[in-house]
C-alpha cells in the first residue's frame, strides 16, 4: 500500500454499509448509551486515535507514510495524507471530551512503548512528569533513546464529522500549549464543546530550541445547526 492511500477492495471482504442512524423516537427517549455494561464508564471505552506521523514514526521508516500524514491506528490506513511540506489536510472535527493523563514510556531502544498511564495527579507517573519537566527546563533532559521518560497528555476525544466515527487525537509535548489554547478557545464560546465545530490539521511547527516537528493545529469554523446536530 503506498503513502496516503487506503488498501484497495478486496472482493472476499464484505464492504461495511452505512452507519443506521438513531430513530428520532429513541433520540427524544434521550437514554444512558452505558446502559447494560456493568461497572463500565467512559474510561473503560477504546475509540481509535488519529496518528500524527513523526521522522521516527515506523510507518515513516518503512516508507509506507510520510512525514505528517495522519493515520488510522485501527486500520492502519493513511486517512489524511499530509497536503506539503508544512501542512496537513484539514479534518472536520466537533470535541466531545477532555482528558489530562500522564505516561511512562519506556526508552526507545528497547521498544517496549508505553509502560503506564494514569489520570490521578497524585499518582507516582504524574509526580514523575512534573519532575522530569521542571529537570528539562533547567537544561537536564532527558535522552528518549536510552532513558525512560515520562510527559503529560492531553487526551481529546472528537467526532471526524465527515466519517462519521470517533477517534482520539493525543497532544503531548509540544502539542500541550496547542491543546492548552484550542480548550482557551472552547471555553471563552460560553457552550458546550460539542456546540463547536473545529477543523483539525497538522502543522510543522519548531520550538525554542529550534527542532522541528509535527503537531495537531485547530480552527473553530462555526456551531452544530441544530439539535438533531448536536445529539451527535
Same mark, same amino acid.
Given at each position: 500500500?503506498?503513502a496516503?492511500?487506503?488498501a484497495p477492495n478486496?472482493?472476499l471482504?464484505?464492504?461495511?454499509a452505512s ?18 455494561m ?8 477504546i475509540f ?11 510507518? @515513516?521508516?518503512e516508507?509506507?507514510?510520510? /512525514?505528517?500524514? &495522519? ?6 490506513? #493513511?486517512i489524511?495524507? !499530509? ?10 472535527i ?6 489530562k493523563?500522564w505516561?511512562?514510556?519506556?526508552s526507545?531502544?528497547s521498544k517496549?512503548?508505553l509502560?503506564?498511564?494514569?489520570t ?5 507517573i504524574?509526580?514523575k512528569?512534573?519532575?522530569?519537566l521542571?529537570?528539562?527546563r533547567?537544561?537536564h533532559k ?8 515520562y ?5 481529546w476525544? @472528537?467526532?471526524?464529522t465527515n466519517?462519521? /466515527?470517533?477517534? &482520539? ?6 502539542? #500541550?500549549?496547542?491543546? !492548552? ?7 471563552a464560546?460560553g ?18 530550541n ?7 493545529k485547530t480552527?473553530?469554523?462555526g456551531f452544530?445547526?441544530?439539535t438533531?446536530e448536536?445529539?451527535?
Open positions: 500500500m503506498s496516503g492511500t487506503e478486496n472482493p471482504v464484505p464492504v461495511a452507519a443506521p442512524q438513531l430513530p428520532d423516537f429513541l433520540r427524544a427517549k434521550g437514554g444512558n448509551a452505558l446502559a447494560g456493568d461497572g463500565f464508564s467512559g474510561k473503560d471505552l481509535p486515535r488519529l496518528t500524527l506521523m513523526q521522522a521516527l514514526s515506523p510507518m @515513516v521508516g516508507r509506507k507514510a510520510r /512525514e505528517g500524514d &495522519v493515520m488510522h491506528s485501527t486500520t492502519k490506513a #493513511i489524511y495524507p !499530509r497536503v506539503n511540506e508544512s501542512i496537513g489536510s484539514p479534518i472536520s466537533v470535541p466531545v471530551r477532555l482528558v493523563e505516561c511512562h514510556w519506556a526507545r531502544v517496549k512503548g509502560l503506564g498511564r494514569t490521578d495527579p497524585k499518582h507516582p504524574a509526580r512528569a512534573r519532575e522530569q521542571e529537570a528539562t533547567d537544561g532527558p535522552n528518549q533513546q536510552t532513558d525512560e521518560t510527559n503529560e497528555t492531553h487526551a476525544i @472528537v467526532i471526524d466519517r462519521d /466515527e470517533p477517534f &482520539v487525537v493525543s497532544m503531548s509535548k509540544g502539542g #500541550i500549549r496547542e491543546s !492548552r489554547a484550542w480548550a482557551s478557545t472552547i471555553a464560546k457552550c458546550e464543546m460539542f456546540a463547536q465545530k473545529y477543523e483539525l490539521f497538522a502543522f510543522y511547527d519548531k520550538n525554542k529550534n527542532e522541528y516537528f509535527w503537531v495537531f480552527r473553530l469554523v452544530v445547526k441544530d438533531a448536536f445529539d451527535l
